[in-house]
């Protein structure tokens, strides 16, 4: 397990822009498939965006051309830009870190893979509650 806070959440009002950043005390960025989720009242966690180690970046359609991971490893932070923010964008946002390969079925998984796999994610963070106003 990996310890992981989030930050930066709050209020925004629709078309503002918001940085999260999640701080690990390890290095976990160079050792983990790093992701960021969100889950809004009454519906599933949604992957929304991952990096890996090798710097492969992922995006759901829900979230591509707006938002953007990146991370700093001398910091040890993860960061999720998000830019044009809209009513549908509020809810509760998480990192979480991945081993970077699963098994199911007998068979290996990249976890890095879209769509994210929630359940394939073993540490995550508190959240940081995102709200988007008209």
């Known amino acids: 397990q990996v310890h992981l806070v989030e930050s930066g959440g709050g209020p925004v009002k629709s078309s503002g822009s918001l940085l999260l950043a999640c701080e690990s005390p390890e290095y976990t960025y160079r050792r983990h498939c790093m992701a960021w989720f969100r889950q809004a009242p009454g519906k599933e966690r949604e992957g929304i965006a991952f990096?890996?180690?090798?710097?492969?970046?992922g995006y759901a359609d829900s979230v591509k051309g707006r938002f953007t991971i990146s991370q700093d490893n001398t910091k040890n932070t993860l960061f999720l830009q998000m830019n044009n923010l809209n009513s549908e964008d509020t809810a509760m946002y998480y990192c979480?870190?991945?081993?970077?390969?699963?098994?199911?079925?007998?068979?290996?998984?990249?976890?890095?893979?879209?769509?994210?796999?929630?359940?394939?994610?073993?540490?995550w963070g508190p959240g940081t509650q995102v709200t988007v106003s008209p």
């Open positions: 979480a870190a991945g081993s970077r390969r699963y098994s199911s079925g007998g068979r290996l998984y990249t976890t890095c893979n879209l769509p994210l796999d929630a359940e394939v994610f073993g540490s």
């Open positions: 990096i890996d180690r090798e710097g492969e970046l």
